[in-house]
């Protein structure tokens, strides 16, 4: 549930289990078996048999719903929780389920509906406060989503997530000393917070232009967190901004600073294989220090899809044509062209390859 932290209700871990082969076998031959109740299908077939039943226990289809959610269809998830919605419609927990539910779909109508029905069942749970709040935040209404932040802190004040919410919000309002407030004060209760020395570091590098105080955020957030892939990617930035600022001046420094960055974005990748924007940047590392089948490879890791996929592509067609492979130049250059059908550059290269090749 990337993007917005949810704490919900999780059935047991997967697990595998194996036990000894028959004492005819050879050490060699020794078999696998499978517990069946304890993967996603064997949980699913217990409460499934069970509510065959027991077919009026709406904790069964609760709990059937979240197995559906963790393993299998939204869709079969909400078919259930409405089934427990329809056996107990006085439960906030159900309605607030069925609200996140309906958020993972976007369909945020429905999930302000459940998330207003949960809270008019009395829920105490700040998490429903929290993710009406975020419904009224994706809305605009900046004042009802503050309201309801408020709501959830003052039913849990030490979750970093909430006062993180707000200083996003103040932070999109253009509040900005009062948006590092907040995501100061989420960092006061767990110096771990990542959210907030993310949106801190970004305030000080790029709106404010204080780097030397991105630089010593960045320290503390790496002492804190080490391996975090978003710490580890921003450290490739400010290496790699360093390195472009040495590149006509000190040879020896500029060189020194491109490893650097390089060395931070393969472990932000390391950690997370799929961040396709530290792939760019360390391909593009890799490309100023003119190591092009390197950076061929990690240009080539960004997916379709990934905002860094046409700059990526139409690197790749620009490395291409470099060693006159008008052939693959023209591939890269059209997946680029197609990415982002806008791009003037794109389009120029497409329309000079194809008349190289005679297309």
Known sequence: MKNYPYLF????????????SS??????????????????????????????????????????SEAYYEFDSVQ?????????????????ELHQMRGFYAFSLDDTATAKSEYE???????????????LGQVFFLQKKYPQARELYESAIGLDDRDPQYPFAIGLLEEFQQHIPAAIARYEAA???DSTFSKSYARLFDLYSHKLKQASKAEKLLETWLRYDPGHPEARYQEGEM???????LKSKDETAYQDALNQAVAAYSIAINR?????????????????????????????????????????NFQLGSIYEYFEDT???????????????????????????EQKAGK
Not at 78 to 86: F, G, Q, R, W, Y
Not at 334 to 349: E, F, G, M, T, V
Request: with cysteine.
């Open 9 to 20: 209700l999780v059935i047991a871990l997967i697990a595998l289990s194996c036990k000894p």
């Open 23 to 64: 004492s005819k076998q050879d050490a060699g031959d020794a078999q696998v078996t499978v517990d069946t109740t304890r993967t996603a299908a064997g949980v699913i077939a217990r409460l499934t048999a069970q509510i065959k039943a027991d077919p009026r226990n709406y904790a069964l289809y609760q709990e059937r």
């Open 76 to 92: 079969k998830a909400i078919t259930d929780v409405d089934m427990a919605i329809s056996l107990y419609r006085n439960s906030p």
């Open 117 to 131: 029905a949960a809270i008019g069942l009395g829920s105490r749970d700040p998490e429903t406060y929290y993710q």
């Open 187 to 189: 960092i006061v209760l």
């Open 239 to 245: 290496w790699r901004i360093k390195a472009a600022k």
């Open 272 to 312: 997370d294989p799929g961040y396709g924007q530290a792939s760019y940047q360390r391909g593009m590392c890799y490309f100023d220090a003119s190591q092009y089948e390197l950076a061929i490879q990690d240009l080539k890791r960004v997916k379709p899809g990934h905002p860094f996929f046409a700059a990526a």
């Open 327 to 353: 052939g693959e130049a023209l591939t890269y250059y059209r997946l680029a062209l197609k990415a982002n059908p806008s791009s003037k550059d794109a389009a120029r290269a497409v329309k000079e390859m």
